[in-house]
Structure formats: structure tokens, C-alpha cells
């Protein structure tokens, strides 16, 4: 969402009034009806379908809307496993949905959630989500996870089958991190809790350790601080540091990133590291990562994951990891965009850092992007298989020297880690490379998971303005 960067919150305070002009003309676009989904019988190919009627809004009272873009990318015609899936319908009198999270359980069960502007005129942020218990075939409704502010969301399931949904709550000024769960078998997450000590936080992140602890874990604004709150019973929160307490006015951290093995005992995070100026907008310089041995009570010392000639970078590029046992792998962006508070920051290469002694240190850096992929990325995200395969989702755009007028979903994958990445394959053609806060724009975050056999990705299509969410499933190679 476009207000989501909630590090700069001056340009939040502006954002009615901003978004009231840009979305004057997306106000009267939309996608046009979808087509009608195969019947029972056919198995090669289910077709993009809106499985949800428009939150607030009867469907016949809709404006007429114009079909625009190309269809997504057809599955093979022998896959019986793939699948292109709609959660939103695509008739929202509401300007566009942003940063879509996932999180896939055992059976079938699916949970995404995404930031939903509401109104245009006076635009008001809410997290909003839908349930699947099929595989992704059928959702519930969109709903909102309750009537307050939202952003950032971010998902995660336990061993017994629990979504946990964390994001931004409170007020739009000075945010605090809410969560809310939908147990085994619920159709609807309930209420949302504010964790204590969360005020002023930014960017939250879940995850769930081996021995059932869910952890939600935020970088404090305007700092170079975060924390973490764990609980192993889903309403007892505790609440950690990360990083020791200090104030350094001239330095920032910001996307704190929390990834956590199937088995093993440690656990990681890993974040961007940068400078600020009074009044001016932060710059990436290093990514950075540290580790919990005790299930997020106690952290490590500051790790580097980027090489020392990687620093200086522009942008604001968020990292993510995956791991295993003494093994991870720490995925982020170069880039040498400037970062006002209106960009998603353009990487110029998409890497991944890996370690074999569990964090200590990063000694190999590859290059994940491909140039069949364009020679500008944004929103990599990263997944990692129950047979140790890694998978990068990320949007490229199109053709190296392309420039922003299409993009491609892209993802890419190893099942050896530490090799060279095969070939991109594209997931949905057609859209547009818009890094600015626009009707069109692509949003902060892909979700990314892969689980059951199969890659599940939700991402924001914005072939047809305004941006909203669409979920794909692709059997995994």
C-alpha cells in the first residue's frame, strides 16, 4: 500500500489529500468480467476466476468496467495441478488492494491478507483477508480483519493448524503491532490484540519455531532498534529486545525479517541498514542478520550479510530469509535508486547470501536475477521447500532496457542451493513496472510460500487499475 512505508510518516499525513487526486481517474477503471471457471470435468486448466463478491458494494451496482491486459500465463495443458485464483473481486468501487501476505497449512488450508483502501475521497487503510480450506480453489468473502487501521500485514500458521495475522494497528500517527488468530476449522480471524511496548512500531514480521513458539518481530521507527514478542500459547505475549537500546540520530533499520527452520533450534532475522539526514529519506547502505538460540528471549551480536562492495546502495530494498538447521540464506536487492517516500526502490540485482554455520558468516553471494527477466526488479521474496529448494518470486520488467511499461511476475528456483538458478519462469505477463504510489502500483511485498507439493504465490495485478490481489498455485519442479 502506499501509505504502508510507515517510516515516513509525514507523507502519511498528506495521504487523503494525495490519494484523492491520484485516483480521480483509476476511481472509474477496473478489470472487466472474468472468465467463467472450467467445469468439474476439466483438469487442465482452471481459468482466472472472481470468487468474491465486492466488500460494500452490491455487484449490480458497479460501474461498467472495460476489460483491459492479458490473460495470465496458461498452465500446461497436462498440469493438473495448477491453478490461477482471484481472492478479490475485481469490482471494488475502492481505489486498490497492496502487500498481500500467505500462509499455507496442511490440508488445503490457506490464509492471505492484504492492505484495502476502502474509499477514495476520504482513503482510509484496513487490513482485509480471505480463507481457502480447498487448495485455493474456492475463498470466503474479503473481510476486514475489524473496522481499525491497518498495515504491514503479515501471516503464519502453528503446528495445530492456527493462523496467526500480525500487522500495524492503532492509529495512522504512531502504530503499534496487532495480532489476530483464526483457529482450526474458523472461517474468520477474531479479534485483533495490541502487543504491549509495540507503540511506534514498523514492518512486522511472524514466524513459528520447531518448538511451537509464534514469534512477531518489528523494527521501533526512527531508530535503529527492534523487538520481539513470542508466545507459546497464543495469549501470553513476552517481549524482547533485538537489538541493544541506543539512539543514533544519523542511523536507520528498517524491514526486520524473521525466518525460522522446520527443524533445528535456531532462529534468525535479518534486516536493512542505512542513514538518514533531518527531513530527507533514508538510504539503504548494508543488510544485516542476527540469531536466537532460545526461541527469540536472546539475540546474537550484529552479523553482515552483503559484501563490503556492496554498501553505499541506494533505495530501501527489504531483505528475507529462509534456513535449516545450520544453514540459511539471506535474499535482498542492489540498487542505486534515490529513496524518496513515495518509491518502491528498482533493484539492479537480486541476490542471495548463504551460510552453512548457521548465521556466523555469509561465504557465498549469487546472483539470483536473470537479465531474460530485465535489468530492473522489484519485491523479491524467497521460499524454501520441504526438499530444501529454494524459490524466488519477483516482479522484472520484461526485457533488459524495457524501462516500466510492462512487467512480468517472475520466479525462479534451485534444488541444489548454492547452484545457479534455472531459468526464470513467468507466472503473469501484462502487468505494469510502477514503483511510485499510483492506481497501478504494485505494493511493498509478494507472498511466497511453498508447501503440499506446490508453489503458492499471492501478488498485486495491476494489468487493469486499480491494483488488487490474485493468487496463483504452480506444482513445484
Known amino acids: 500500500m502506499p501509505a504502508e512505508r510507515s517510516s515516513d510518516r509525514s507523507f502519511l499525513a498528506q495521504a487523503p489529500a494525495r490519494f484523492a487526486v491520484l485516483f480521480t481517474v483509476g476511481a472509474a477503471l477496473g478489470c472487466g468480467p472474468h472468465p467463467v471457471a472450467p467445469g468439474r470435468g476439466d483438469t487442465k486448466r482452471l481459468a482466472p476466476e472472481s470468487i468474491a463478491a465486492p466488500y460494500r458494494a452490491p455487484l449490480d451496482s458497479s460501474p461498467t468496467l472495460a476489460v483491459c491486459g492479458p490473460p495470465p500465463e496458461s498452465p500446461g ?10 481472492p478479490v473481486a475485481a469490482r471494488y468501487r475502492s481505489p486498490l488492494d497492496g502487500s498481500p501476505a500467505l500462509a499455507v497449512a496442511s490440508g488445503g488450508r490457506i490464509a492471505t491478507a492484504w492492505v484495502h483502501v476502502e474509499s477514495i475521497d476520504a482513503p482510509r487503510f484496513a487490513i482485509q483477508y480471505a480463507l481457502s480450506a480447498d487448495g485455493g480453489a474456492t475463498w470466503t468473502t474479503p473481510a476486514l480483519r475489524d473496522d481499525e487501521y491497518g498495515m ?3 501471516l503464519a500458521v502453528d503446528r495445530h493448524g492456527t493462523f496467526y495475522l500480525a500487522s500495524l ?3 495512522l500517527g504512531r502504530p503499534s503491532v496487532v495480532v489476530a488468530t483464526a483457529p482450526f476449522g474458523s472461517s474468520r480471524f477474531g479479534r485483533a490484540m495490541r502487543l504491549p511496548g509495540s507503540d511506534g512500531a514498523d514492518m512486522p514480521s511472524l514466524a513459528v519455531t520447531p518448538s511451537g513458539t509464534v514469534l512477531v518481530t518489528w523494527a521501533v521507527l526512527d531508530s535503529e532498534n527492534a523487538m520481539c514478542a513470542r508466545t507459546t500459547d497464543g495469549e501470553h505475549w513476552t517481549l524482547a529486545r533485538i537489538t541493544p537500546e541506543r539512539r543514533v540520530d544519523d542511523r536507520i533499520r ?3 525479517h524473521v525466518c525460522a527452520p522446520a527443524l533445528g533450534g535456531r532462529i534468525w532475522v535479518v534486516y536493512a541498514d542505512g542513514s538518514r539526514r533531518p527531513g530527507e529519506a533514508y538510504i539503504g547502505e548494508s543488510f544485516g542478520l542476527q540469531y536466537s538460540d532460545d526461541d527469540g528471549v536472546t539475540w546474537s551480536r550484529e552479523i553482515p550479510v552483503s559484501l563490503p562492495k556492496e554498501t553505499g546502495l541506494g533505495g530501501r530494498v527489504s531483505p528475507s530469509c529462509v534456513g535449516d538447521g545450520k544453514k540459511v540464506w539471506a535474499l535482498y536487492g542492489l540498487s542505486s535508486d534515490p529513496a524518496p517516500s513515495v518509491m518502491t526502490p528498482r533493484a539492479t540485482a537480486i541476490r542471495l547470501a548463504s551460510s ?3 548465521g556466523e558468516s555469509f561465504e557465498a553471494h ?3 536475477s536473470s537479465r531474460e527477466s530485465g535489468d530492473r ?3 523479491p521474496a524467497i521460499a524454501r521447500g520441504v526438499d530444501g529448494s529454494l524459490h524466488v518470486v519477483y516482479y522484472g520488467n520484461g526485457v533488459a532496457g524495457a524501462g516500466e511499461d510492462h512487467a512480468v511476475l517472475e520466479w525462479s528456483s534451485t534444488r541444489d542451493p548454492g547452484a545457479t538458478f534455472g531459468r526464470p519462469v513467468s507466472l503473469r505477463a501484462g502487468l505494469r513496472f510502477v514503483h511510485l504510489y499510483e492506481h497501478d502500483w504494485l505494493g511493498y511485498s509478494i507472498g511466497v510460500v511453498a508447501a503440499e507439493g506446490a508453489l503458492h504465490v ?3 495485478d495491476n494489468a487493469c487499475p486499480p491494483s488488487r490481489i490474485k493468487y496463483l498455485r504452480r506444482p513445484l519442479p
Open 169 to 171: 494497528g492503532g492509529s
Open 356 to 358: 552453512t554455520d548457521g
Open 77 to 86: 495443458s497436462g498440469d493438473k495441478k495448477a491453478l490461477d485464483r482471484e
Open 458 to 460: 499471492v501478488y498485486v
Open 377 to 379: 526488479y522489484l519485491i
Open 152 to 154: 504491514d500485514p503479515a
Open 254 to 256: 528498517w524491514g526486520h
Open 366 to 368: 549469487d546472483t539470483v
